[in-house]
């Protein structure tokens, strides 16, 4: 009788030990950037493996490749999504034991779960990630705020603010907009109404009372409220 509870704790713990960590899976992400900078933006949801907020900041391990897809995104707004190798989230957590560096996916533009097509001439891509800009787990808790706070993404005058999502529903919001170079990196706040987008004329009001006051939208990468409900 012991042993043979010993054999199954020990069948159990073997299983446990080979399970699938609960950040693996396919992790689509939008794609967007230019010349100054390339960045993706993990979809998140409020359920595992897919319950992070994650934007990177990223370069085709291609030089070649690298130039042409900056070249092709450079002052654009339609959207690129990326289809990655299933791999586990977790590892952009800045203490992860193994961080992720590098990950294969499709480049396609459009969404890559709905119209969207394969680019020709990536291939199977080999993307570097550079740097993490943000990694933070999300509460499937109902939640609500009354503002609207934007990461702002980008070093140069080719910038973008991501919507950080921090209410249960949720929208997200990805607009490009053109910086004076001294430009603050500081969040941009607004006032929100509900799941509703931001409206384009409140994103630039809150950018143009930054020092400069040359802040120019350039229009919105994407707006979801699909995932995040």
């Given amino acids: 009788m012991l042993r043979t509870l010993f054999l199954s704790l020990f069948l159990l713990a073997s299983s446990l030990a080979h399970a699938a960590p609960l950040t693996w899976g396919l992790h689509g992400m939008v794609l967007f950037g230019g010349k100054q900078g390339l960045y993706a933006s993990h979809l998140p949801m409020f359920h595992a493996p897919h319950d992070y907020q994650a934007v990177l900041q990223v370069r085709l391990a291609d030089p070649v490749l ?3 897809l900056r070249q092709q995104l450079d ?3 339609a959207l690129w999504t990326l289809e990655p190798e ?3 989230l977790a590892r952009l957590l800045p203490d992860a034991p193994l961080p992720l560096r590098q990950f294969q996916a499709t480049v396609v533009r459009g969404h890559f779960e709905k119209d969207g097509k394969a680019e020709p001439g990536y291939g199977a891509a080999a993307i570097i990630v550079e740097r993490v ?6 509460s499937p808790a109902p939640a ?3 503002s609207a706070r934007y990461l702002q993404v980008g070093d140069g005058t080719q910038r973008f603010l991501v919507k950080r999502i921090d209410s249960r529903p949720d929208f997200e919001h990805i607009v490009a907009w053109t910086s004076p170079q001294d430009a603050p990196h500081d969040d ?3 006032a929100k109404t509900g799941v509703q987008e931001t409206p384009a004329a409140s994103l630039q009001a809150a950018l ?3 020092p400069g006051k040359t802040a120019r939208l350039r229009g919105t990468v994407y707006f979801s409220t699909e995932d995040v409900r």
Avoid: N, P, S
Avoid at 133 to 138: A, E, G, K
């Fill in 188 to 190: 941009v706040v607004v």
């Fill in 75 to 77: 002052g654009h707004t």
């Fill in 66 to 68: 690298d130039a042409r």
């Fill in 208 to 210: 143009r009372a930054q």
């Fill in 144 to 146: 609500t705020h009354a």
């Fill in 133 to 138: 800009l943000l990694m933070r787990q999300l």
């Fill in 86 to 88: 299933h791999f586990e």
